[in-house]
Structure formats: structure tokens, C-alpha cells
């Protein structure tokens, strides 16, 4: 029998599935897309996301990241990562780096998708598959954690996410979040002539509209455009739990807030290893507890900027407040990475 079978290979299965091969455990990825799969994301991965991919053995080529960049029209704020680096990488070149390291540790890949779940006391089958163990990682809007009956209702408008590369040589060693009345920008330097430009919104207006809105940037990128507009949304997903038996989510699947403090790959590597450390220790229930803890300091530090972003009185005290206070803005860029 199969000991782990994951549903989902993006770097959040992928990640779980190479963890649980190197504990010596049987894993097996249904993924119906062919490597390397694109999103819409922003493509920085924070110090401890880079750390976590260190000790996978996932050798990826990317940007150093010094820090985050916070600004406005007339103000800025910016603090350097105190432990490590952060890495700007393209989504593909990430993908592509994870499964190679799955094939390696003899993760097996299987194209196809997973449908309905049959669990009992001891396995769990889907996609015409048995194992001891199901991780659904299969993002954002998981048909799985649907099936499961795991969805909340959404509370207030949704937020969406669009990005696009560019053919320019980065002017900066940080992550930049451009922040208007209507949202944010953020530039990820991904490559030595390449940039990702992601902007968040509660608009559903097109990429160009929305980064009409930060004139600044768009006269800093000059280059031609190197991708086109990708989009995610809606971001928010609440989730009833994140343990159903003999399934455990991981990653998007396991409820997101928003894009706002760039962490989502650092969150889906720890929580990926969290739910194989829980069914390694056969305590599967105590991943639910383990989640919560990881991602405590995120949701707490993002939903109160978006609160605080929510309306645009509120939204224009933000940098000038970081820029006032720069331990405190410090501080909180410490807390993420």
C-alpha cells in the first residue's frame, strides 16, 4: 500500500511528497498538468522558505533578496532580512527544480486527477488509488477540501492578484510593495534582466488599469513585456479544519488570507513538513494544532494591513507609518521571514 498519495503537484505537494520520501515513506503525486505549471504568485520566497528548500536538496538558481521595500508617492520604508537571504525565482524555475528533486528521491508522478474519497480506520482511496494517507494540495480553490465539505462561506468582497514580467535589469535588491488608495504592487526581481510585477486589488479591472495606478513603477519598467497577465482570486479561503480522517490539506488547500506579506511559499514548505512530521509520529489530529501555530503570525500580521487597507483613508497612513517607525516596520519583517 502506498504510504503517502498526494493530490496536487505544486511546490506544496511536491514539498510533501519529498519530505515523506526522505523519511522513507512511499509517496505517489497525481498532478494532470505537465511540468513546470505557471500561477499568478509574486515569486519571492522568503529566508526560512529558502532554508526549508536547502533541506529538501532543491537547488534553485534565482535573485537575492536583501529585504522589503515599502512605498507611496512621497514616502518609503525598508528593512533588510536579519537571518539569511530571500530568493526571487521564477514559479516555473521553482517547479521545475521541486520535481526534479521528487524524481530523484523516487517520488513517483502520475498524470491524472483526483475524484471522490473513500476513507476508512486504516486507508484512504482516490483517483484509483489506496494509501495509508491523503494530502490534498491541490491549491487555492482545492476541489478536494470542496468535497470534503471543509469550505466557509466568504466574509466581505474578495481580493485578486495579476502579474506580469518584464525585460528589465532590476534596480533593487528588495522586494517592493507599491502601495495606492486601491492596492498594491508588488516587483519581484526574478532574474539578471527580469522582473515580476503582481498587483492586489478588490478590482477585477485589467492589469493595466491597476498598475496605471502607481505611475511611478510603470515609468521604471521600461523593458518589454517578458510573460503575459496571469490571475489568481478570489484570495480569501476560509476552511472549516485542515484534518478530515485520513486527509490533511497542505498549502492553499488549507485556507489562504492574502497575498499581502509574500509568505506563501515559505507557509506551504513548513506546513508540508508539519503534516508529514504528524503521520511520521502517527498523530495525524496534531497537525491541525501545528498549522495554527506556523501560521499564526502571518494571519494575524495580514489581516490587520488589510483591515487597515480596506478603505482608502486608512490605506495612505500605512507607509508613511512604517517610514515614522522603522523598528517597528523592522520588527515586522523579522516576524515574516
Not at 59 to 82: M, P
Not at 254 to 273: F, K, N, Q, R, S
Request: proline share 5%; with cysteine; aromatic share 4%.
Amino acid at each position: 500500500m502506498i504510504d503517502v498519495l498526494v493530490a496536487g503537484g505544486g511546490p506544496a505537494g511536491l514539498a510533501t511528497a519529498i519530505r515523506a520520501a526522505l523519511a522513507g515513506l512511499e509517496s505517489v503525486v497525481v498532478e494532470p498538468r505537465d511540468a513546470p505549471v505557471d500561477k499568478a504568485c509574486g515569486e519571492g520566497v522568503m529566508p526560512t522558505g529558502v532554508a526549508a528548500l536547502r533541506a529538501l536538496g532543491v537547488g534553485v538558481q534565482g535573485r537575492e533578496l536583501q529585504g522589503i521595500r515599502y512605498l507611496d508617492r512621497e514616502h518609503r520604508a525598508e528593512a533588510r532580512f536579519r537571518e539569511g537571504t530571500g530568493l526571487g525565482v521564477r514559479r516555473t524555475v521553482l517547479h521545475t527544480a521541486l520535481h526534479r528533486r521528487a524524481r530523484e528521491v523516487g517520488v513517483r508522478i502520475i498524470d491524472g486527477r483526483i475524484g471522490g474519497v473513500r476513507q476508512d480506520a486504516h486507508s484512504v482511496t482516490a483517483g484509483g488509488l489506496t494509501a495509508r494517507w491523503l494530502i490534498a494540495a491541490d491549491g487555492l480553490h482545492s476541489p478536494l477540501r470542496r468535497r470534503l465539505g471543509l469550505d466557509l462561506p466568504a466574509r466581505g468582497p474578495g481580493r485578486y492578484g495579476l502579474r506580469r514580467h518584464y525585460q528589465c535589469t532590476p534596480w533593487t535588491d528588495l522586494v517592493e510593495v507599491h502601495w495606492s488608495r486601491n492596492g498594491e504592487a508588488y516587483v519581484t526581481p526574478v532574474g539578471h534582466d527580469l522582473v515580476g510585477v503582481a498587483v492586489l486589488s478588490h478590482s477585477r479591472q485589467g492589469y493595466d488599469a491597476h498598475l496605471a495606478g502607481f505611475p511611478a513603477l510603470s515609468a521604471a519598467l521600461r523593458g518589454p513585456y517578458a510573460s503575459t497577465v496571469r490571475g489568481a482570486g478570489p484570495l480569501r479561503q476560509r476552511v472549516r479544519r485542515r484534518v478530515a480522517g485520513r486527509v490533511l490539506l497542505v498549502g492553499d488547500a488549507a485556507g489562504y488570507v492574502d497575498a499581502l506579506t509574500g509568505e506563501g511559499i515559505a507557509l506551504a514548505l513548513a506546513t508540508a513538513g508539519a503534516a508529514v512530521r504528524c503521520l511520521l509520529a502517527g498523530q495525524p489530529q496534531d497537525y491541525e494544532r501545528a498549522w495554527t501555530a506556523l501560521t499564526r503570525r502571518h494571519r494575524l500580521l495580514t489581516g490587520a494591513l488589510l483591515t487597515a487597507s480596506r478603505t482608502p483613508g486608512t490605506a495612505r497612513l500605512i507607509v508613511p507609518a512604517a517610514a515614522r517607525m522603522p523598528s517597528v516596520f523592522a520588527a515586522a519583517v523579522h516576524a515574516l521571514q
